[in-house]
């Protein structure tokens, strides 16, 4: 698939080439497989400095819109990261400007602090070789993660949780302005759940966008500053956790729950999901 849809307009022209905090901005998105178009949106933006998490049923397209703002399926519309068109960039620029974490997450034969190293690919100079910089990096995003003491752990060693730990450090260490992360917080035990969401907040806090789909509704509502609500082939919902909060028919709609305020002293969450 390719094109933009029939008259919608160029995110290039409505949002500008600074839009949205040079995150990435899209129109007239058509994603799918083939022939197959799974996901509609219209227009979305997805800024820096912030968390945003994509929420939606089994199948309603998460995994397929970032790996498609990811520049990994082809799409209908336009995608703009950082100001520049994602059809015009290459395979190392894009990502410069974009990381992505699948769900699904192999068991290389490597150390963590190898696998962390790959992130740099990116920022490497034409002889690929790693450089006093790159190496700073792969220790920073360690122990961003809570890692350090694990670099020279092989992969096959760590539980999953923790090989998703590495495989985030990976993500961080590649510098990229946006991180599309999908379903990060698979295989994590709810401490380190926690720790990941406040993870999250300080790298959006430093200026990095953060893109996050989620089936965990009271962590989504209570952990990012945006969210948007797939549904029914398409974007049915977007806002601030408090505004969606406040439509529980289209919240039940997107989710098959609705939400709703948690005012307990020191709860984990501060939405808990209901019926």
Same mark, same amino acid.
């Given at each position: 698939?390719?094109?933009?849809?029939?008259? +919608?307009?160029?995110?290039?022209?409505? @949002?500008?080439?600074?839009?949205?905090g !040079?995150?990435?901005? #899209?129109?007239?998105?058509?994603c799918?497989?083939? $022939?197959?178009?799974?996901?509609?949106?219209?227009? @979305?933006?997805? %800024?820096?400095?912030?968390?945003?998490?994509?929420?939606?049923?089994?199948?309603?397209?998460? %995994?397929?819109?970032?790996?498609?703002?990811?520049?990994?399926?082809p799409?209908q519309g336009? /995608?703009?990261?950082?100001?520049?068109?994602?059809?015009?960039?290459?395979?190392?620029?894009?990502?410069?400007?974009?990381?992505?974490?699948?769900?699904?997450? &192999?068991?290389?034969?490597?150390?963590v602090?190898?696998?962390?190293?790959?992130?740099?690919?990116?920022?490497?100079?034409?002889?690929? +070789?790693?450089?006093? *910089?790159?190496? $700073?990096?792969?220790?920073?995003?360690?122990? !961003? /993660?809570?890692?350090?003491?694990?670099?020279?752990r092989?992969? *096959?060693?760590?539980?999953?949780?923790?090989?998703? @730990?590495?495989?985030?450090?990976? +993500?961080?260490?590649?510098? #990229?302005?946006?991180?599309?992360?999908? $379903?990060?917080?698979?295989?994590?035990?709810? $401490?380190?759940? /926690?720790?990941? *969401?406040?993870? @999250?907040r300080?790298?959006?806090?430093?200026?990095? =966008?953060?893109v996050?789909?989620?089936?965990d509704?009271? &962590?989504a509502? %209570?952990?990012c500053?945006?969210?948007?609500?797939?549904?029914e082939?398409?974007?049915?919902?977007? =806002?601030?956790?408090?505004?969606?909060?406040?439509?529980?028919?289209?919240?039940?709609?997107?989710?098959?729950?609705?939400?709703?305020?948690?005012?307990?002293?020191? *709860? +984990?969450?501060?939405?808990?999901?209901?019926?």
């Amino acid at each position: 698939m390719s094109g933009n849809g029939a008259g +919608v307009p160029k995110a290039s022209d409505t @949002l500008g080439p600074d839009a949205f905090g !040079t995150g990435i901005a #899209a129109t007239g998105l058509a994603c799918g497989y083939g $022939e197959k178009v799974v996901l509609r949106a219209d227009l @979305l933006a997805l %800024s820096r400095g912030m968390v945003t998490g994509i929420l939606g049923r089994n199948g309603c397209g998460k %995994s397929t819109l970032l790996r498609s703002l990811a520049g990994l399926v082809p799409c209908q519309g336009e /995608v703009l990261l950082g100001g520049s068109g994602l059809r015009g960039l290459g395979h190392q620029e894009r990502a410069r400007r974009v990381a992505f974490l699948p769900q699904s997450l &192999a068991v290389p034969d490597m150390t963590v602090a190898t696998l962390v190293s790959h992130g740099r690919y990116a920022r490497m100079g034409r002889s690929k +070789v790693m450089g006093a *910089a790159d190496r $700073e990096a792969v220790v920073a995003a360690l122990a !961003t /993660v809570g890692m350090g003491d694990l670099a020279d752990r092989r992969m *096959a060693e760590l539980s999953g949780g923790q090989r998703q @730990l590495a495989y985030l450090a990976m +993500v961080v260490a590649q510098d #990229a302005p946006m991180l599309l992360l999908d $379903e990060p917080g698979t295989y994590l035990d709810l $401490e380190h759940q /926690v720790r990941l *969401a406040a993870l @999250l907040r300080r790298l959006a806090a430093a200026g990095r =966008g953060v893109v996050v789909s989620t089936h965990d509704v009271a &962590a989504a509502f %209570s952990a990012c500053d945006r969210l948007v609500l797939l549904g029914e082939g398409r974007v049915l919902g977007e =806002g601030a956790p408090e505004v969606l909060a406040a439509q529980p028919a289209l919240v039940r709609r997107c989710l098959g729950v609705a939400v709703a305020p948690l005012d307990v002293p020191g *709860a +984990v969450h501060r939405y808990v999901a209901v019926g």
